[in-house]
């Protein structure tokens, strides 16, 4: 049977046992600056099971401000915000591993072979601090790689809220964040006519849109300065 390995220089995972279902948006508003960054608001909805649980922020951009995130259900949703965080995926995946086995990975500098071994985790934060081989390792040699994960994972960071529900089912919610990344510019072209007497101006607007999403018929707001 061939293993399955996730190693840590990837972009880690984070098991999600038990989450709504992330939600997708179906009304995009934003306002694109010069500057690189920019201020969306998307209206979702999304299926949320009754009593607490935690909702997935999917489809967000790369380049999100978590500072600036805002969620807003709708009026007699029965849904209330209990809190809301930024899971950097990494850093949760290894703190799920503390305490349980992971493999350390090495290679033979004359023949390329990587040497797999079996470690147990014993603190992931503020350094990696394993047993490897009976001995307390403080700087593991090689790469480390976690074993085969479960369904249900997401492979990037990732913003949740916590939720309390009343009742199960729909419902709809409004999120605003800021971004960097957007941005655009403009080019002009200047036409004389033939007597050189007057000119049509006409401009085009480029906007750059960062990794991570599509924004689809979203509604556009240029601003200058």
Known sequence: MKARWLFASMAAALSLPGWAAQSEAADISMAIYEGGFSVVEEARRVT???????????????????DTLVANFAAGSGVRLRGQRFLNSKHALLD?????????????????????????????????????????????????????????VVLRSTYALDIDADRAGPVDYRLSYMAQGLGWTADYAVELDKA????????????????GRSYRNARVRLVAG
Do not use: H, N, Y
């Not at 985790?121 to 074993?147: K, N, Q, T, V, W």
């Open 48 to 66: 949320v099971a009754k009593g607490d649980s935690t909702l997935a922020l999917d489809g967000l951009p790369d380049g999100v401000q978590p």
């Open 96 to 152: 799920d591993f503390v305490g349980k086995t992971i493999l350390v990975v090495t290679t033979v500098a004359e023949t390329g072979q990587e040497i797999v071994r079996e470690a147990k985790l014993l603190r992931a934060r503020p350094g990696l601090l394993i047993e490897l081989d009976g001995r307390i390792e403080l700087s593991p040699p090689g790469r480390i790689a976690f074993p085969g994960l479960d369904d249900g």
């Open 196 to 211: 050189e007497q007057t000119a049509s101006i006409q401009g085009r607007a480029t906007v750059r849109a960062p990794a």
